[in-house]
């Protein structure tokens, strides 16, 4: 898969053998400032290549080891990081195949009625011979059915949903404590990622659903009563 876009432009940009020095937030494990954006989307970029890791193994644990290793020592050929990181890097490696996959069943296979028409329009970014694998397989799949009901049920008992998009909660956590010159409790961090803006003239004004807000009451309450002393509560 050739290099290239405004997502992966930051590659042309570097000298032979030099690699992008990656910050740790070592509280969260995870990546900071620009360079831990770039690796984030290279780590997604070869993701997404399936000559690399093939969508067509039926589950990420079946993936050979050599495979992702490999994709690990492209990612140290252009990033230099601590070993602390590891397993942040395995570990979104495979959330981002799973995404991958995921995206193309929704956007391409179910996009399409029929056999004839799904292998008439293979995705851009899938092998065509991979598709066909995949097509195939998930026609076969006698339990989609019954899985898609499970899964409807699931998330109609969902009482709270997070509603900061694809940022993740470590990263909210960050950039609230710098916000409050400490770090935060949890129900701020709770508060912060279940609430949304209220289109309203007032930018900073938010809307709290009533189930969230008594939800961070109860949250409040018992970091309160733990901070107490001779408190057994341990959070």
């Not at 195949?97 to 996009?111: C, Q």
């Not at 998330?155 to 909210?172: L, N, Y």
């Not at 733990?226 to 341990?234: E, F, K, R, Y």
Request: aromatic fraction near 6%; charge should be neutral; hydrophobic fraction near 35%.
């Amino acid at each position: 898969m050739p290099l290239g876009g405004a997502a992966m432009r930051f590659l042309h940009d570097l000298l032979p053998n030099q690699k992008l020095a990656v910050e740790v937030d070592m509280e969260h494990l995870c990546p900071m400032g620009d360079n831990g954006t770039y690796i984030t989307k290279y780590i997604t970029h070869l993701a997404n290549d399936g000559h690399k890791l093939p969508l067509t193994i039926h589950d990420w644990k079946r993936m050979p080891s050599q495979l992702i290793e490999n994709v690990v020592l492209e990612i140290k050929q252009i990033f230099d990081y601590p070993e602390v990181l590891d397993d942040w890097i395995y570990t979104k490696i495979n959330v981002r195949w799973k995404y991958h996959k995921h995206h193309v069943k929704k956007a391409a296979y179910k996009k399409w009625n029929t056999v004839e028409e799904r292998l008439a329009n293979p995705p851009h970014n899938v092998i065509e011979s991979q598709w066909r694998v995949l097509v195939e397989v998930w026609n076969t799949d006698l339990k989609k059915q019954a899985i898609c009901q499970i899964n409807k049920e699931n998330r109609e008992k969902q009482k709270f949903h997070h509603t900061t998009g694809s940022k993740p909660h470590a990263k909210c956590a960050v950039e609230l404590g710098k916000k409050l010159g400490r770090r935060p409790k949890r129900h701020e961090v709770v508060g912060v990622t279940h609430t949304k803006k209220k289109k309203t003239e007032d930018p900073d004004e938010v809307l709290m659903d009533p189930e969230v807000d008594a939800e961070l009451k109860e949250i409040e309450e018992v970091e309160i009563q733990a901070s107490q002393p001779g408190s057994d509560i341990v959070l």
